[in-house]
């Protein structure tokens, strides 16, 4: 166990208590005030993704599955951080704590797993209505390119977001944000691009603003104005790429809305030299970038790997001399196996090829109204097990530490380590195998966000 000695002035949380994760304690959801201090003990696997390597850099190859398991483990959080990890004997032997015990809001883990709260890399919560004609115009066998020739996909959500006013947007990107935390997750990158018209992507941001203020885990805001041609642009692309690169781009980057700009780059939306135009918009503006890419085609990725991209998400289509440049770099492959699923796709992305051959993935929900309509990162997971042939193993880490690296957030996300946020997930399970195993249902009991806990289900 870290000392926790030398942790200086404490303001201690006024209600110290027990919480037994096994007991039911349900209603209180988000505890209004952040407890200063917080222990989590009897933890049967603390999955603490810490590399004993610590080599720097996403994980890739072997690293990947490499969780670092303290078994009986206990973590001590102050103030919104991690201080101290390490088994509970040592936790209970600690002189600081032994002192402080009664001040301390206790969980009993009960011998269950606890992990790294999961990072959910690639969301788009800001929208209103399902797709449900979609949803049964697909099942009727019509393809994503058809269903958008018809006026659905990504179009048909366009309307619902620019009428809608921002409270009900932001009410409805919590509501998303509340059902992630339920199941485990603790950082989400929030993307804009149902709107597409400048008034109505700023104002998808400014939502995704106004909902982070209400929620006490991270949220990562994403610019993608970039999301399709709208149809009153139609046939003049080129016209609403200056759009976007000289009105979004610098309104998102002055008022601060945005941390990434994001480009759907495939044959139904942007070309690979509109891509590279909007990266380099995003760049003079001081904004990272990442881009969908290789969803329904191959797009060679090498004249986008100057902006240092942090992700480049789907990849479902790649080719082998793309598979050995990107082990290379530090750029991230997001997987978001949902999509396909959803989608009744086959094929899924090309999983085990990248991993082995040292290519850093994450996996992410995709979340979104047309194509994966799930918070669910432990279905991403099975899926990624068992359709990508990802370990378990393996599926946890891209779900935690590569998610934070896909944010360029690592160093404060995504392991449980002395000095990193205080995001960690309790699920009700024996062994996190099992947390991919269940799929499609929910085993997380508690997540603690930014050192607050959240307990129970939030619909
Ligand atoms: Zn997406």
Known sequence: MTPISGCGHRQWFSQPGLINCSGVVRSPKFSRRQPSAL?????GQLLTLRLASGKPGPRRDSDLKALGIIAHGAVLCLGGKIVSVGTTKEALRDPWLKKNRKRIIEIDCAG????????????????????????????????????????????????????????????????????????????????????????????????????????????????LGAHVVPAEFQGRSQKYVETVCTEMIPQAAKRKL?????????????????????????????LKVRAHMGQLSETAVASFLRFDPASLDHMDHVNESDVVLLAKHNTVVTFVPGANYFLGLRDFA???????????????????PGTSPTINMAMAMSLACTHMKMSPAESIAAATINGAWALRL?????????????????????????IPYWFGGNRCSTTVLGGVIYQGSSR
């Open 39 to 43: 222990l989590l003990a009897n933890i």
């Open 112 to 223: 269950k797993v606890v992990l790294p709260g999961f990072v959910d890399s690639h969301t788009h919560p800001v929208f209103v209505s399902p797709r449900l004609v979609d949803f049964e115009k697909r099942i009727e066998g019509a393809s994503y390119e058809q269903i958008a020739a018809a006026g659905g996909g990504i179009r048909s959500s366009l309307e619902g977001v620019r009428n809608a006013g921002k409270k009900l947007l932001a009410d409805k990107v919590l509501d998303a944000l509340r059902d992630m935390a339920a199941h485990g997750t603790t950082t989400v990158e929030a993307k804009s691009g149902y709107g597409l018209t400048i008034e109505s992507e700023m104002k998808s941001l400014e939502a995704i603003a106004e909902a982070a203020r209400r929620w006490p885990g991270t949220v990562v805001p994403t610019l």
């Open 258 to 286: 945005a941390q990434f700009v994001d480009v759907f780059c495939d044959k139904v939306a942007f070309s690979p030299e509109q891509t590279v135009q909007i990266f380099e918009a995003a760049t003079q503006y001081g």
């Open 350 to 368: 090309p999983a085990r090829k990248m991993i082995d051959a040292g290519v850093p993935v994450a996996l992410a929900t995709d979340y979104n």
């Open 410 to 434: 690592a160093d404060r996300k995504g392991s449980i380590e002395a000095g990193k946020d205080a995001d960690l997930a309790v699920f009700d399970v024996d062994d996190y195998r099992e």
